[in-house]
T-cell receptor, first 115, second 112 residues
Framework: EPEVTQTPSHQVTQMGQEVILRCVPI?????FYWYRQILGQKVEFLVSFYNNEISEKSEIFDDQFSVERPDGSNFTLKIRSTKLEDSAMYFC?????????????FGEGSRLTVL | DAKTTQPTSMDCAEGRAANLPCNHS???????VYWYRQIHSQGPQYIIH???NNETNEMASLIITEDRKSSTLILPHATLRDTAVYYCIVRPYNNAGNMLTFGGGTRLMVKP
C-alpha cells in the first residue's frame, strides 16, 4: 500500500540551527501538507501546498518556516533558525484531491528536539 | 470552522462495538463530517467521512443524525489495536480551505 515517508525520524539540533525535514508524498497525489504536534497537545496545521505554491498557511507558519518541492518527489519543510518551542513531532501529509474532497494520508512523523 | 464536542475518553471491551459520539450543533449545510484517529503519536489516519447519509467502509460506520447536529463513529468489533485518539472534524466541501482542524478528540481505550 502506498505511503507517505518522512526523514529523519528523529532529529536533535541546537537552538538557532537550520533544520530541513523531508517527506516523500504518495506519487500521484497533488496536495501536500505539514502539520505539527507539540508533546501532549493537539495536531496543528502549518501549511498546504498545491501546484508548486503555498495555498494556505497558519499563523504558526511565520518567516522562519519555508516549504519546497525541489523535485518531482520530495516535499521539504525548512526551519531557518530553530527555537526551543519548535520542538514537536512534524507530520507530512498528502492527498490526491483537496482535504475537503478526499482524505489526507499522513506520514509517521519526524520528531524534532531543539536544545 | 464548525466546532465539535467529543468526550475526553472512553473505554470499550475487546470484541464489542465502540460507539464514539460527536456533537456538531453549528454544522452548516456544506460541511462534511470527517473522522481520523491517531495511534500513540503516529500520524493521524483517515477513517471515514460523510455529509448526511450514513456511511460504512472496511474500518467503521458513520451514523449522522437527520438534523446533522451530531454523529457517531462505530467500530463494530473493537480490537486492542483500535486503542487511539479519535478526532471528529467538520469541514466545508470547497477548495478554499483545505486544512483540517484537529481538536482534542476522544481517547478510546480498548481493554481485554
Amino acid at each position: 500500500e502506498p505511503e507517505v515517508t518522512q526523514t529523519p525520524s528523529h532529529q536533535v539540533t541546537q537552538m538557532g540551527q537550520e533544520v530541513i525535514l523531508r517527506c516523500v508524498p504518495i506519487s500521484n497525489h497533488l496536495y501536500f501538507y505539514w502539520y505539527r504536534q507539540i508533546l501532549g497537545q493537539k495536531v496543528e496545521f502549518l501549511v498546504s501546498f498545491y501546484n508548486n505554491e503555498i495555498s494556505e498557511k497558519s499563523e504558526i507558519f511565520d518567516d522562519q518556516f519555508s516549504v519546497e518541492r525541489p523535485d518531482g518527489s520530495n516535499f521539504t519543510l525548512k526551519i531557518r533558525s530553530t527555537k526551543l518551542e519548535d520542538s514537536a513531532m512534524y507530520f507530512c501529509a498528502s492527498s490526491f484531491r483537496g482535504a475537503n474532497t478526499g482524505e489526507l494520508f499522513f506520514g509517521e512523523g519526524s520528531r524534532l528536539t531543539v536544545l | 470552522d464548525a466546532k465539535t464536542t467529543q468526550p475526553t475518553s472512553m473505554d470499550c471491551a475487546e470484541g464489542r462495538a465502540a460507539n464514539l459520539p460527536c456533537n456538531h450543533s453549528t454544522i452548516s449545510g456544506n460541511e462534511y463530517v470527517y473522522w481520523y484517529r491517531q495511534i500513540h503519536s503516529q500520524g493521524p489516519q483517515y477513517i471515514i467521512h460523510g455529509l448526511k447519509n450514513n456511511e460504512t467502509n472496511e474500518m467503521a460506520s458513520l451514523i449522522i443524525t437527520e438534523d446533522r447536529k451530531s454523529s457517531t463513529l462505530i467500530l463494530p468489533h473493537a480490537t486492542l489495536r483500535d486503542t487511539a485518539v479519535y478526532y471528529c472534524i467538520v469541514r466545508p466541501y470547497n477548495n478554499a480551505g483545505n486544512m483540517l482542524t484537529f481538536g482534542g478528540g476522544t481517547r478510546l481505550m480498548v481493554k481485554p
